[in-house]
């Protein structure tokens, strides 16, 4: 499809255990986010990335969270150790541009379906 | 740092009615933007409707308008006509000019009654 794609749509794990969730961007997009979303709250930025750098990791809630987006293209997020607090909806967007709203362009944000992560 | 409050948890609507969302936002920049979002339960979120901060006119796309008051610094969502499938919930973000990111507010749960 033409849209941002999040692999797996869910995950069940044990604490402790290490995860990997997987964005596949909208072809073309150079920016790339990723936010969470605990049950019944908004999104929260974690990182941004602008080509192949995080440009701001300053939303990574402590340094077992980490994210790579080595081509520029696809992004994957780690979590390591997972805890319970961990559970959440981690949502990928992708952006033409990564700020500046003139040009004509909102620069609004195209979201993936999420990924449902489940820490047991 | 933005702030967006949305004050309405839940709403409920009849069908063919029209509802309005709340938003407010602080911020001290002058040039940002505003976006709504609908997040139905299938969880992708949705872009709605877009409002610069110096656009002279509402936004308006289709059945959605956006009540912007610049000086109140609000910027509520108005569905017209709602229909079953408007049933969601709504999220209002910001994002200010030359920064990349958007910031979200707690969202509204709609739900529309035939």
Known sequence: ?120 | AQKITQTQPGMFVQEKEAVTLDCTYDTSDPSYGLFWYKQPSSGEMIFLIYQGSYDQQNATEGRYSLNFQKARKSANLVISASQLGDSAMYFCAMRIINDYKLSFGAGTTVTVRA
């Open chain 1, 1 to 120: 499809g033409a849209g941002v794609s999040q692999t797996p749509s869910n995950k069940v794990t044990e604490k402790g255990k290490y995860v990997e969730l997987r964005c596949d961007p909208i072809s073309g997009h150079t920016a790339l986010y990723w936010y969470r979303q605990s049950l019944g709250q908004g999104p929260e930025f974690l990182i941004y990335f602008q080509g192949t750098g995080a440009a701001d990791d300053s939303g990574l809630p402590n340094d077992r969270f980490f994210a790579v987006r080595p081509e520029g293209s696809v992004s994957t997020l780690k979590i390591q150790r997972t805890e319970r607090g961990d559970s959440a909806v981690y949502l990928c967007a992708s952006s033409l541009a990564p700020g500046g709203l003139a040009g004509g362009s909102t620069g609004e944000l195209f979201f993936g379906e999420g990924s449902r992560l489940t820490v047991l």
